[in-house]
């Protein structure tokens, strides 16, 4: 049967990295022994504080509607967040509570674009950006960083693709999945070109407390011109190891906050009641399990590149946050593994997941053939076992 459906919707692409955990995990329940490094999320629980104040929340009846753009106790608590952590001055006006991170972004997009506007982002990208755009009826327009420059792209960078339709850029340090962090110095250059040609910034900040090298910055907190331009975008679901409650957040100037308000009033309504009750107890509680999965993921960090960089024809860069690393693999583009002639980042992560039971995910999913990403979001056991059958299945 032929569907006449949207235009927009069937230019939408599936996420690779859902496909392939997809995949590993349908292996994995048919008893086969899949080492995964394909993992978004962290490997740890929901600490026991916040798994206890969603019981409560539930027990006290807790279940009802919410304002649409979240309660008013962890919109306070988002905002003393901002301040202590990022030097950030906002009141519960400027706070949008949503269903995650993703549907923050989502949000934001949906507030700022009009049809045609562009959205500039650097290549590496997290999957969901250039989609994400696409769905709020913009256009991705494309930054190919270079892995020497630690994937980061500058104001020249900015200046040769900038037209008079750019609307935004998406800021995404630590990033997904390359782990680089922009210094203050950096954003201080970006801000000043975003101020001067009026873009909006959509800084995504998920990974704000997965910072090993280096500090964490905000680039709206540089000066109150760009705090104005830029929607900050953070949740519970990395720090605090809370991805299936789905709580994200967003600090926006007061118009550009009522606006997504409204938006979410008639689409999702408010997030879930429950989850955000537990996230007040997340980011006003002890923050002592934050710290200790910080502390589990820069070990694993460390052992991986340097095992990764001891295998032939594979190489990668410290990454400073977040939980990826980005493997070059461009040595090993036109020779033979294990039968299959290895053309792109996609042949390889079919190689190590049939022939290895090793799931990765193909960086052709982040715009770069050259590279597949791995998570240490998973026990360094499993990262030792793992890391030993693609040096069997490569050398
Ligand atoms: C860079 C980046 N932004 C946003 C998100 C979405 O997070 P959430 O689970 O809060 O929607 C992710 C999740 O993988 C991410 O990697």
Redo the contacts with the bound molecule.
Sequence with gaps: MKFNLSEKGLKISPSV?LEITAKAKSMKAKGIDVISFGA??PDFNTPENIRKEGIRAIEEGYTKYTPASGINELKEAVCKKFKEDNKLEYTPENIVIS???????YNALMAILNPGDEVIIGVPY?V??PELIKIAGGNPVFIHTKEEHDFKFTVDDLEKVRTENTKAIIL?SP???TGSIYYKEELEKIADWAVENKIFVIS?E??EKLVYDGEHVSIASINEDIKNLTIV?N????AYSM?GW???YLAAHKDIAKVISNIQSHTTSNPCSISQYASVVGLNGDQSAVYEMKEQFEKRRDYMVDTINSIKGLSCRKPKG?FYIMVNISQLKGTVVKGNTINGSLDLAKVLLDEGQVAVIPGIGFGDDNYIRLSYATSMENIEKGLRRIKDILE
């Design positions: 990295t978004g999320e269903s995650g991170a993703k549907h923050s972004i997290w969901s950006y995404n990033s997904n999945p995504d998920i990974y975008i949740g519970m679901s990395k991805p789905r709580i994200g977040a």
